[in-house]
């Protein structure tokens, strides 16, 4: 998933809503967010674009001027200068360095090389330097409610529609000839799982964020207000939640994150649910009175997505559009079919990109979403193998690679230093990955209307994790991990917000930690001498035959902590290799969360029902768990209170 939190204050066209239709005047029915009802408004206006289907139900944009549907394949953030540069870096300036200072030759030179090779769109946070017309289409994102990390939340706070008015007109203004927009989106990757738009953490989602707001805000105290319609009274509130309180007053992020329940979980899907229907419902209506003849193209959500997010977009927008930043060149089906059968509607794929070891800038690709392959030759084979497998799927009528320019070697404004352009810091194009892209796009349409893919009608089952622990009579029916000695000493990581501090006290260790914001930090114990895998590469210990991890602990309450597991060969992922001497593919797996109690608690932790982890390890992995292999076990501390400190008293396996 890429983040770009950043605009080029960019402007739209004027399309219109009218999705199956074909006439010049179409009725858009639309919700009145203010009031609740539905009023049918009838846009007078000529239609630019749209989206239908075919005859064979493949999936299509329509131009309204030439009746010609097409595909959008395009370019994000296709700018003059990179977006606030460092001081002291190398960054893209190609009008400096080699047009003179001249931007409109820059432009026409820039248009030649994405018309060339079969891009149509300028895509998301391309600026008005670049021209669009001739062939190239634009998208531009509005950011209806800022850039803030809480917007999700603007729904409860007074003046939404105000601010959707204003930020709209803003970045509209930019772009005064809009007839070569496709459509805008509201937004980027839209924080609706609490801390973002990314991490899925079941105790820490968009009702605990309403609660981390100031006690003045209308965000906590509509929260407090909806809570309150969902249960009788503090006491129901507090048998369904399994909470300690006995008023309404004493609910907080605290109280909150230390509950899990069915209820509890329930109440986390109903309120964000209600938040997107607000938000998405006023966008619509904003943007539909502003722009009346302008398609609307979702909020490029960050792969995933709470499933009432994207029913609620899928109910006021034209299109879903998604950022998939996916470890292996060929399409997420199962993802895009979670966003069709919830949203109902054709989908984009907004950002999706390969990084290369191997590139003209000397990035280092520390910072950044997706994979990492060794050689710009890997980066071309890889997006000649992928976007013809995204298009493939009939209701895919859209993919924009991120991004033009390489990101600074010394990081972007956010630290990000990834080879993501199709031209270097200095304007040197990558022709082995840009004819790739020419070669597969000038197939794109074909294969498109030859999509025989059928997009399926039921959501897709999560793939569980497999454990096939082996017999071992022999073996003892517990083992002590912290005893030692190990094949590695134990070790920490941490979030770069975050920090953690190890001392041995007699039997126990003391795990004196700061949980940030971010994922956290955690605590690695490795595979224990005696226990290794003889004769391979990647020193490993086997552990198969054990199927409980058991963590006897003393931690403050409410902290977050899970149980990780590292196959031997595990590293970051996307990697184009993994060393997997030991026999296992370098995946990497953890726990749902315990919750800490304040008190000493013993917990048991079933190794069959860890699920992969998205942060680390082999993503293209055969799901299996392989306790023969094993490098590491760890403990992962994340959420409330921030800053503490867990007593481990014993970290053991059991039969």
């Not at 809503?17 to 639309?30: K, T």
């Not at 590469?537 to 198969?544: H, K, L, M």
Request: hydrophobic share 40%; proline share 5%.
């Amino acid at each position: 998933m890429k983040y770009v939190p950043f605009i080029l204050s960019l402007a739209a066209p004027s399309l219109v809503l009218c999705l199956f239709g074909s006439s010049a005047v179409c009725a858009a029915e639309r919700l009145d967010a203010a009031a609740g009802t539905a009023e049918l408004v009838n846009v007078a206006a000529e239609r630019r674009f749209s989206v239908e289907a075919d005859a064979k139900g493949v999936w299509w944009f329509k131009d309204g001027q030439t009746g010609k549907r097409f595909l959008s394949i395009g370019i994000s953030n296709v700018n003059p200068v990179a977006f606030r540069p460092k001081d002291g870096s190398r960054y893209y300036n190609a009008p400096v360095a080699q047009f003179g200072g001249d931007v409109a030759a820059w432009s026409t030179a820039t248009r030649k090389l994405l018309l060339d090779h079969g891009f149509n769109t300028l895509g998301c946070w391309s600026g008005p330097d670049i021209a669009d017309g001739q062939g190239l289409y634009r998208t531009v994102v509005l950011y209806l409610t800022g850039y803030e990390d809480d917007r999700c939340l603007e729904p409860l706070r007074p003046d939404l529609e105000k601010k959707m008015r204003e930020n709209l007109k803003d970045r509209i203004s930019k772009f005064p000839d809009r007839k070569n927009v496709i459509g805008v989106f509201y937004d980027n990757e839209m924080p609706w799982f609490g801390r973002n738009g990314w991490d899925d953490l079941p105790t820490a989602t968009m009702l605990e964020r309403a609660f981390e707001m100031k006690k003045d805000d209308p965000a906590r105290s509509g929260a407090l207000a909806w809570l309150k319609t969902r249960h009788a009274d503090a006491a129901a509130f507090a048998k369904a939640w399994g909470a300690e309180v006995k008023s309404w007053d004493e609910i907080s992020v605290d109280v909150l994150s230390r509950c899990n329940t069915d209820a509890a979980k329930a109440d986390r899907a109903a309120f964000v649910a209600m938040l997107a229907d607000k938000y998405y419902a006023m966008a619509e209506k904003v943007v539909r009175s502003e722009l009346p003849d302008m398609m609307t193209l979702g909020t490029r959500f960050a792969g995933n997505a709470p499933d009432g997010v994207i029913r609620a977009c899928g109910r006021h927008t034209d299109v879903t559009s998604v950022n998939n930043y996916r470890y292996t060149p060929d399409a997420d089906r199962d993802l895009f079919a979670k966003y069709w059968i919830l949203g109902g509607k054709p989908i984009m794929l907004t950002e999706y990109s390969f990084r290369a070891k191997e590139n003209l800038s000397g990035n280092p690709n520390t910072r950044g979403a997706g994979p990492v392959v060794a050689t710009q030759q890997d980066r071309a084979k890889s997006y000649g193998s992928a976007v013809p497998d995204y298009l493939s799927m009939p209701v895919v009528v859209g993919a924009h690679w991120f991004e033009f320019a390489d990101q600074s070697p010394q990081g972007r404004f956010d630290g990000e230093d990834s080879n993501y352009g199709i031209v270097s810091v200095d304007n040197k194009p990558y022709t082995e990955l840009l004819m790739a892209m020419k070669q597969a796009n000038a197939t794109l349409e074909s294969v498109h209307a030859a999509a025989k893919y059928t997009m399926p009608t039921e959501l897709p089952k999560p793939k569980g994790v497999v454990y096939r622990p082996g017999q071992h009579p022999d073996r003892s029916s517990s083992l002590d991990l912290l005893a030692g000695p190990w094949m590695r000493d134990p070790g920490t990581w941490n979030a770069p917000d975050a920090s953690m501090q190890v001392k041995f006290v007699e039997k126990a260790v003391e795990l004196t930690y700061v949980a940030g914001t971010q994922y956290g930090c955690g605590f690695d114990v490795y595979a224990l001498r005696g226990s290794q895998r003889k004769g391979i590469v990647e020193p490993a210990a086997d552990y198969d035959g054990y199927e409980v991890i058991v963590v006897d602990a003393t931690a403050p309450k409410g902290v977050l902590m899970q149980v990780t597991l590292l196959e031997a060969a595990a590293g970051a992922p996307g990697l184009t290799k993994y060393d997997v001497g030991a026999g296992d593919d370098g995946e990497a797996f953890i726990s749902e969360p315990v919750i800490g109690t304040g008190e000493r608690a013993t917990y048991r932790i079933r190794v069959a029902m860890l699920r992969g982890e998205t942060g680390w390890g082999n993503q293209a992995g055969g799901r299996e768990i392989n306790a023969t292999a094993v490098r590491n076990i760890s403990i992962k501390l994340s959420g409330s209170p921030a800053t503490g400190k867990v007593i481990v008293h014993g970290l053991r396996l059991e039969k």
